[in-house]
């Protein structure tokens, strides 16, 4: 099932006065280091501190009465878990969320906040997906996929159509538009709303290396799982594949992949902090790290619109990377 435009703007009408419909800014610094204009949507200040607020409250809306009375259950490292949390608690209903017991303590600390019960798992000896089906099965909750549905995918293309609508209000046409890719759930929305909107912006991706599922996937044709030996910084991009819904999105709408490193990462978080003035969590810093590093390509005249996807960085973690011991 594709999404369309008209799903997205259906979206946004859903999120009026629930989402933040957060601002574009924009660093002369950052400009003048880049030699090109970067619009920086910051989804950062978004609720949850991350954009998947806007796809999880989008899916949980539509549940019926009966649904929304047995609940939902979700699996994430913490974003995802975050936002069906606080979505599922503004309509009124009960979430489980299954989660690592490796996920940094801010993001399950955060979702059990917004009243959500956790269950946690070894991400190395059981498998995420098959608790998640055993709690649905008992308990005939809803499941919701962290990328790899309709809804959600057209809840996070709501970050693109704010995104070109913004620009557009300041008179700028965007040349280039730079995301992050973990199971292609923001991209494949943002993509879709980018493109039918101003179809000549070139849509650019950006994964860690080493996690590279979806360029590999490209270049083959076809969706390719990977099986990684290492873990990344970016603990919000480990999908081992593209979704089977967002893959096809990707093949027809992303120009480029770039690949960016633990240190780049890190180095684009402190900029972020020092420069920008912006907390951003290692996977929300991945697209500013391919700027930073000189990995996005030249496209037109070099009007870049960047989102900056998440902020939920544990404190431990962000002060390491700030004394560049990351």
Known sequence: MSVTLADIEAAAGRLAGHAVETPLIESPALNERLGRRVLIKPETLQR???FKFRGAYNRLSQLSADEAKRGVVAFSSGNHAQGVALAARLLGMPAIIVMP??????????TRGYGAEIKLYDRLTES??????AIAAERGAVTVPAFDDPDVIAGQGTVGLELVAQAKARGVALDTVVSPIGGGGLLAGVSTAVKALSPTTAIVGVEPA????TLRSLQKGERIVTQPTTRSLCDALESPAPGLLTFPVLQKTVADVALVTDAEVAEAMRYAFSVLKLVVEPGGSVGLAALLAGKVKSFGEDTTGLVVSGGNVD????????????
């Open 48 to 50: 949850v501190g991350a």
């Open 101 to 110: 017991a490796d996920a940094p303590s801010v993001k399950v600390e955060a």
């Open 128 to 133: 995420r997906e098959a608790i998640a089906a």
């Open 210 to 213: 080493g996690f590279d599922d």
């Open 315 to 326: 404190p431990d973690l962000f002060a390491r990377v700030l004394r560049k011991e990351v």
